[in-house]
């Protein structure tokens, strides 16, 4: 008796949590309401299907409970029974997913005037990527990834050469503008979230995903990795930032063009001598730009690996208890062979880099700068 009572009151509370709950959906920014659609209809099913299975079982537990000489009877099947079951799960489970695969399709299907920019995921960080005036993204390959060129652009293909670059996890669109959101991922699975746009699509290596989407309301809304396996998925925090066409157009103009972002690479190789200060800014962007301030927090803030607030010169624990201090020569074996020398409670996922000496000495004199 006292579970049939137990299985009441949590069907009670579980309505009564539903409908006076003040954590709820935030209304869509996007043109994408219908999944909301989908969403209620979910629950109303399985919410139903959850009070009606709970109740019988109560009544079932009750009407059947133990009294001195009842004798229950065997009956291994029924097919009166079995055909109703059968029925009744078909009927909900079409309910279920038709609604979602009717709204997936109309996600997937883009319209023909819809723009293209592509979203490049990578461990930990965002990258996004519009085509130039030619309307036309650049090919890509993994092979042509490098420091310089972390997206692997082609540098042969002209399309590719005046592709606005956006190395900074803030992504620009324009008010009511329908875009074709084209997803890679450069090493793991990754999740492009950005729910108050009802929008979500894994990044899968190897191949290109893709939806579209229509923003409808101005403001800023948060992107995240909805991957949630692995470590450092969770600090792949990026916005959306939807304003007036004039002011997204003045944005994209800012931003370099792929054939600009090859300049510094040219400099950067050619043994010019660079002042401290040059040296810093060179290191504070390469920091940026190869995702090293999504994991490395730069103001004390715990990450998945150590801070570079007050790192040079410190003494480092690492995860075998030796200790060492945190000195250029540190430093450098940790960025090119980051799993030699692990500092103790942090986790071995740093990728391997291939960075030149002015780039070490740049990302060195940039976390020294930190120290003070």
């Known amino acids: 008796m006292a579970i049939a009572i137990a299985l009441i009151i949590l069907v009670i509370a ?24 989908a969403l ?37 099947d029924s097919k009166k029974l079995e055909a109703w079951l059968i029925g009744i799960t078909s009927v909900g489970i079409i309910a279920l997913l038709a609604p979602g695969l009717v709204v997936y399709g109309q996600f997937v299907s883009v319209p023909d005037e ?21 309307g036309q993204l650049g090919k890509s390959d ?21 592709d606005r670059i956006i190395l900074l996890p803030e992504l620009h669109l324009p008010l009511y503008a329908p875009y074709k959101v084209l997803l890679r991922s450069k090493d793991v699975l990754h999740d492009f979230n950005v729910p108050q746009f009802r929008a979500k699509m894994d990044l899968v290596p190897g191949t290109v995903t893709h939806f579209w989407v229509r923003p409808t309301e101005r403001g800023q809304f948060d992107i995240l990795c909805a ?30 063009t792929f054939a600009q972002t090859q300049r510094p690479a040219d400099t950067s190789t050619s043994g010019e001598a660079l002042s401290q200060a040059d040296l810093i800014a060179m290191g504070e962007t390469l920091s940026q730009v190869n995702g090293c301030i999504a994991c490395h ?10 801070t570079w607030q007050g790192l040079y010169g410190n003494v480092r624990t690492l995860s075998d208890d030796t200790q060492l201090q945190a000195d250029k020569a540190y430093l450098k ?11 103790k409670g942090y986790p071995a996922v740093m990728p391997a880099y291939t960075f030149n000496d002015q780039e070490i000495d740049a990302l060195i004199a940039y976390i020294q700068s930190l120290a003070q």
């Not at 819809?114 to 030619?134: C, L, M």
């Not at 074996?333 to 500092?343: F, H, N, Q, T």
Request: aromatic share 12%; hydrophobic share 45%; net charge negative.
């Open 333 to 343: 074996r940790s960025i090119l062979d980051a799993k030699a020398e692990l500092v």
């Open 227 to 256: 991957e949630l396996c692995g470590v450092g998925h969770f600090n792949m925090r990026g916005r959306v930032v939807v304003e007036d066409e004039a002011e997204f157009g003045n944005w994209l103009a800012a931003q370099p």
């Open 297 to 306: 927090s730069h103001d004390g803030k715990p990450g998945v690996g150590p």
């Open 142 to 162: 993994t092979r042509f990834v490098s420091n310089t060129n972390p997206l692997g652009i082609d540098p042969d293909d002209p399309a590719g050469a005046d």
């Open 40 to 76: 209620h209809l979910t629950l109303i099913i399985t919410g139903a299907f959850f009070i009606v299975l709970n109740l019988v079982l109560a009544w079932l537990i009750i009407r059947f409970r133990h009294k001195p000489g009842r004798q229950s009877q065997f009956q291994p």
């Open 114 to 134: 819809a723009r293209i920019v592509e979203v490049v995921g990578e461990q930990w960080r965002w990258r996004f990527r519009f085509p130039g005036d030619d």
């Open 14 to 37: 579980s309505i009564a949590f539903h409908l006076y709950s003040p954590w709820w959906l935030t209304p869509a920014a996007s043109n994408w309401g219908e999944i909301d659609g």
